[in-house]
């Protein structure tokens, strides 16, 4: 049932932008408009989010400018993907924003299938699909897993957007590389800047998924919604597996900070007590160091792994703090300028 502040909020969709952005990855970019241009539903506009130091984009948009694409070009104040995200919010005038990376090619049906569930859910606030990974050497996981985009009672964050199967399902948490948003959303949402890193700042997909939550709206995933998302370098930035430990530092501060926000007062104090004293083995606290030592893996590594996991927690925990102190909303992130 939908709650009185979405009267009026949940008409059938018309118009739909496609939001990208983009930094210095001219050629895969080029391929993400080539598969955008294939839509069986044609987007009503393509919102590029490019930086004002990015002459290679720049250079290739201009020798496409015979696109049949209605293309704007929008430039960020600084840089960062949360940047990149927020100004396009502000900039896209669909009733849909489709969200995507530039280094993805989107199915023939993406924009179809995102306007039928949009449409036969009025109270569907946003949607993820399938991001299927590709390497030169073809998909790189080929598995399917059933549990998708959900965060457990303890505060055990699961992602696996990129192996669900199975029918549409609500999820806690959606995918930056492949989600659409009801701009009635978030009219009065952006993704908080507070959270850290450099050029790809970690898990704000958390943030924003349960800012739209708290304010009543549905997340859903459907494994029907695809686009292959390639194994691009990054400029700025490592990827899960190749994190430095000041990367790591950032990701492991951004998820808690993101839970600490977002999250009721019981499960807030249940996920930052598991986070500090478990983790994930990736991330761990000192309770699973044992564990990582008998299992194989050098106590020195295990122990880096923790002191950093560990640090960046309680920093989260003081930035959530500071953001209690300053006024800055617990559910919403940063707040949307005035349209």
């Known amino acids: 049932m939908l709650s009185a502040r979405h009267i009026g909020a949940h008409r059938s969709p018309t118009t739909v932008s496609v939001l990208v952005p983009t930094w210095r990855r001219p050629e895969s970019l080029a391929r993400c408009l080539d598969a955008l241009e294939g839509q069986v539903r044609t987007p009503d506009e393509v919102v590029l989010v490019v930086r004002d130091d990015d002459d290679q984009t720049r250079d290739m948009l201009a020798r496409r400018s015979s696109s049949s694409l209605p293309i704007r070009i929008v430039a960020p104040d ?125 898990h704000w997909e958390i943030d924003l998924s349960l800012a739209l939550k708290a304010t009543g709206w549905r997340l859903a995933y459907d494994p029907a919604i695809g686009v ?71 106590p020195h590594d295990a122990l880096g792994r923790t002191r950093v996991a560990t640090t960046a927690r309680i920093e989260a925990f003081r930035s959530w703090g500071r953001g209690r102190r300053s006024g800055r909303s617990q559910a919403s992130g940063s707040r949307a300028p005035a349209r």
């Open 78 to 202: 600084r840089e960062g993907v949360i940047a990149a995200l927020n100004c396009g919010f502000d900039q896209a005038n669909g009733d849909l924003i489709a969200v995507t990376d530039d280094d993805t090619v989107p199915n023939p049906d993406w924009l179809q299938c995102i306007f039928r569930r949009f449409a036969g859910n009025p109270d569907l606030g946003a949607l993820s699909g399938r991001d299927r990974v590709v390497a030169e050497d073809g998909y790189l996981e080929a598995t399917s897993e059933p549990v998708v985009g959900r965060i457990r009672w303890y505060g055990r964050v699961i992602g696996n957007h990129h192996l669900g199967s199975g029918p549409m399902r609500d999820i806690d948490i959606l995918k930056g590389a492949n989600m659409a948003l009801r701009r009635a959303a978030i009219t009065h949402l952006r993704i908080d800047p507070a959270l850290r890193g450099k050029g790809a700042e970690p």
């Open 228 to 298: 292959d998302h390639y194994a691009e370098a990054r400029h700025v930035g490592q990827r899960e597996d190749a994190m430095s430990p000041h990367e790591r530092f950032d990701a492991v501060h951004n998820q808690a900070y993101a839970l600490l926000k977002g999250l009721s007062p019981v499960r807030r104090l249940t996920a930052f007590a598991y986070g500090v004293l478990v983790g994930t083995r990736a991330d761990p606290g000192p309770l699973l160091f044992p564990m990582l030592v008998a299992s194989g893996q050098s």
